[in-house]
């Protein structure tokens, strides 16, 4: 298929996670279509990822919590871009009805084995079925091969503007170029850690390392971060609800080695190349872990694990079982695996 001066819709609402992952199948889309014309549909959240994108050309945005003012306005500009191709990575109802509703001839989902909410219904297309033993990257750049576009490289071309790097530098103007990222929530109460063993690790890793320590996350993870430094460990600088998108991307960029639960900040990590120490219970690393770094994740251990339920009713015993000490070890062998590679390359 020649995409060649197309216009191209991608349709993804979904978490920072599931639009992080789905950006190197954009840079993909662009690399072998230069004159495609790439538009993305999306939500306020993840916005700032396809904001200023290299392989982005239009964003069409869709205020959920505004939703009767900007409902109209969205579902226009849907149809007048007069799309020959819709991709719809969602595979829920809404992203069915947005595929549909953009008129577009050819409209490409996933099949209705691994789609939800009679998504398929939606569209004329279907990559084959995949089920959930593959990643949910793999599964997005299974569109790509549709398409007769070789799935590689994997590319995320996530860049800060000169502005925001100045940002994020003085941000980071008293801690040290030695530091390691806690990134201390999650949306699901189920796959987050504890504050007492974050601050066990964090005091470990600036022992035994000597690494000063950074708490990322969002307003909704302030008490846990709170919890965090009422231990009254040193060297810690508490960034959690007060950075843009974009800001903890930047910081992350700059940390040695990332810690933390199955959460967007964690593919973000990832996706700018710093390695990441990935913690799991409720949900699995099979489906969804960091890419590149799957060897670093570490799996909670118990009966119902991974459950995928959002709360749990026994006291999140798959994230008790993670030690501390094998976390400490972890980020070990990230560091002696930096230190060898800079000696290599010297």
Known sequence: MNLDSHKILIVLHGSIGDVTRALPLANLIRRRYPNARLSWSIEPAAFPLVENHPAVDDVILLDRSRWWQSLGPFLKRIRSGRFDLVLDLQR??????????????????????????????????????????????????????????????????????????????????????????????????????????????????????????????GKEDANFAEEVEGFGLQRITNWVGKTSLRQAIGILARAQVSIGPDTGLMHLSAAVGTPVVSLWGATSPTRTGPY?????????????????????????ICMQSIDVEKVVAMVGKVLSQKSEARGARN
């Open 92 to 217: 829920l109802l809404k992203s069915g009805l947005i595929s549909w509703w953009s008129g577009a001839p050819c409209r490409l989902g996933f099949h209705r084995y691994d789609a939800k909410e009679f998504n398929w219904l939606f569209n004329n297309h279907h990559i084959p079925p995949a089920g959930d033993g593959i990643s949910k990257l793999s599964h997005y750049l299974k569109f790509a091969q549709w398409l007769g576009i070789d799935p590689y490289p994997v590319e995320w071309r996530l860049h800060l503007l000169p502005g925001e790097e100045a940002q994020v530098e003085g941000m980071l103007r008293g801690v040290g170029s030695h530091f390691a990222v806690f990134f201390v929530g999650s949306r699901w109460e189920s796959k987050k850690w504890f504050p007492a063993e974050t601050t066990k690790c964090a005091a470990a890793l600036q022992k035994r390392y000597g690494l000063e320590i950074v708490l990322l996350g």
């Open 292 to 316: 590149g770094y799957q060897d670093l994740a570490i799996q909670g251990e118990a009966p119902c694990s991974p459950c995928y339920l959002r709360r749990c009713q026994i006291g999140r």
